[in-house]
């Protein structure tokens, strides 16, 4: 498949690389870094994204450049850390169905083979990590803004180098990349160690609304206590991965509320508990530790469906 890959961005002039809603830092740093390297190849490449990017990222540079600029008379499309068509977002959903390649590019494990090319590896920690594969095929030279941008991928996919994705190799590559250039401590500076007030005093709000169920722990993130707090619904994420750490919770998932009347879930697990199945089953994906979905529907209605199949598919686990 990477050879496929590889001829298609060879013949490509004019490429558009698309990062997936609710972008992270592996979609924006695989997203930069496949950009950056096909500019180095003499060639085009605009950058799209269907949402804006989090302030966390804003020490890239480059970040400015995601928009939504329509699809014109490019001639290769390719979607990055993107699990299945609704991730590209509303502006860009029916992108593989345009009359020219789209490749997708990705790691997660519930991804649907949309493109017209798959270079899909679920062992890979992150998307950035396939990325700095193909460019090595591509022979393209390491320097310091092209290792910044991939090793923040890495980083930021495996929570600093701690979920069970990260393996001897993962290590290898990141130290290659700081070798390059990169800077570990500025990426996990600025991602993992800088947060506004609204949004620790909406992680506190989260925190106490917490509730222990057998092995499950959840909370909800509602528009109430976001607006006490003054945060948007953005602020939170990653509140989750706290609610994780319960010493007694084989998973946790927290509930969000969001101003257009859905409620997005967020999901995690510890080592060798699945959750992704809880995530797939509501029209969402994600990996194994880490997964979400957004379902229709008020918080009632919502948590009670999403806590049954969790305790199912935990028991499944076991
Ligand atoms: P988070 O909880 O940080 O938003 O997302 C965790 C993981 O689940 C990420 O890998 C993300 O790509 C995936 N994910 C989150 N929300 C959705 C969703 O609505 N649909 C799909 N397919 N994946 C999601
Ligand atoms: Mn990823």
């Avoid at 699809?71 to 593989?96: F, H, M, Q």
């Avoid at 909406?202 to 206590?225: E, Y």
């Amino acid at each position: 498949m990477t050879k496929q890959v590889q001829e298609l961005i060879e013949r490509a002039q004019r490429t558009f690389v698309i990062a997936h809603v609710d972008p992270d830092g592996d979609t924006i740093g695989s997203a930069l870094g496949l950009a950056h390297a096909l500019r180095k190849m003499g060639k085009n490449c605009i950058l799209a994204c269907g949402d804006p990017v989090p302030e966390a990222l804003s020490f890239l540079p480059g970040i400015q450049e995601f928009g939504t600029p329509e699809i014109t008379d490019e001639d290769l499309i390719i979607a990055v850390d993107v699990s299945d068509p609704n991730r590209l977002g509303t502006a860009y959903e029916r992108a593989p169905c345009l009359d020219r390649p789209t490749v997708n590019i990705d790691h997660h494990v519930t991804n649907s083979m949309f493109g017209t090319v798959n270079l899909v590896r679920t062992e890979a920690a992150a998307t950035a990590e396939i990325i700095f594969d193909l460019l090595r095929d591509l022979e393209v030279s390491l320097d310091p803004l092209l290792a910044t941008y991939l090793l923040t991928g890495i980083v930021t996919d495996t929570q600093s180098f701690s979920t069970s994705s990260t393996t001897p190799r993962v290590l290898e590559v990141s130290a290659e990349l700081m070798d390059a250039g990169a800077s570990l401590t500025e990426i996990n500076e600025n991602y993992f160690k800088k947060r506004g007030l609204a949004t620790l005093r909406l992680w506190g709000k989260v925190l106490d609304q917490m509730q222990l169920d057998g092995d499950l722990v959840w909370s909800v993130n509602t528009l109430d206590m976001q607006n006490e707090c003054h945060a948007d619904s953005g602020n939170a994420g990653g509140v989750v991965n706290l609610l994780a750490t319960v010493r007694e919770a084989a998973a946790a998932i927290v509930f969000k509320e969001s101003e257009d009347g859905q409620i997005e879930i967020s999901i995690r697990s510890r080592p060798g508990v699945d959750i992704s199945p809880i995530a797939a089953h509501f029209g969402g994906g994600g990996h194994p530790q880490a997964a979400g979905s957004v379902l229709q529907g008020n918080l009632d209605q919502v948590i009670p469906k999403v806590l049954s199949k969790a305790k199912q598919v935990l028991n499944s686990n076991r």
